[in-house]
T-cell receptor, first 113, second 111 residues
């Protein structure tokens, strides 16, 4: 158990809908990272937050957004969902400082029908 | 963008043998590298890391080797066990904020 929690574990929804994925980092970690893992593309970095502020942005679609709250939990919002958004979404957290190891949560499996 | 690739997508080894998983990276500015293990249905799990000022680091049954000259990273698992069967990812970073992952190597341990 990495100490990172994610909810829900599974999510099934329809195209065009909007969903919110939630992540709670390890105690003491200030950074939260979001990744998308699909069968044909491996782990793709989406976005990073550090202590409530956006720190780095990867291959995140405009339909997707994220935020980190004062209690350091983070939410990833996916809107206007398409079939291709079906994937595993992982959250990771790391301790303060750069180059710190990221610890991953169990992931949310999203299926868009 | 960054490019992190793996030489072999699948690897099968006999239980008790040593395993070597390779990874190539393209960004010569990368200074921090991590190996992760991902079992089916679970999130990636940290195995071992290495910084660019080192060329070898050992953990419990695992060793990571870094060759900066050819931009190559390898993970050696000693006395491979059935529980080692998983997908292994290498990841690199040059900023400490953004990590780039390879596509993964699937390791199967044959009893």
């Amino acid at each position: 158990d990495s100490g990172v929690t994610q909810t829900p574990k599974h999510l099934i929804t329809a195209t065009g809908q909007r969903v919110t994925l939630r992540c709670s980092p390890r105690s003491g970690d200030l950074s939260v990272y979001w990744y998308q893992q699909s069968l044909d593309q491996g782990l793709q970095f989406l976005i990073q937050y550090y202590n409530g502020e956006e720190r780095a942005k990867g291959n995140i679609l405009e339909r997707f957004s994220a935020q980190q709250f004062p209690d350091l939990h983070s939410e990833l919002n996916l809107s206007s969902l398409e079939l291709g958004d079906s994937a595993l979404y992982f959250c990771a957290s790391s301790a303060p400082g750069t180059g710190e190891t990221q610890y991953f949560g169990p992931g949310t499996r999203l299926l868009v029908l | 963008g960054e490019s992190v690739g793996l030489h072999l997508p699948t690897l099968s080894v006999q239980e008790g043998d040593n395993s070597i998983i390779n990874c190539a990276y393209s960004n010569s500015a990368s200074d921090y590298f991590i190996w992760y293990k991902q079992e089916s249905g679970k999130g990636p799990q940290f195995i071992i890391d290495i910084r660019s000022n080192m060329d070898k680091r050992q953990g419990q049954r695992v060793t990571v080797l870094l060759n900066k000259t050819v931009k190559h990273l390898s993970l050696q698992i000693a006395a491979t066990q059935p529980g080692d069967s998983a997908v292994y990812f290498c990841a690199e970073s040059d900023t400490g904020n953004q990590f780039y992952f390879g596509t993964g190597t699937s390791l199967t341990v044959i009893p």
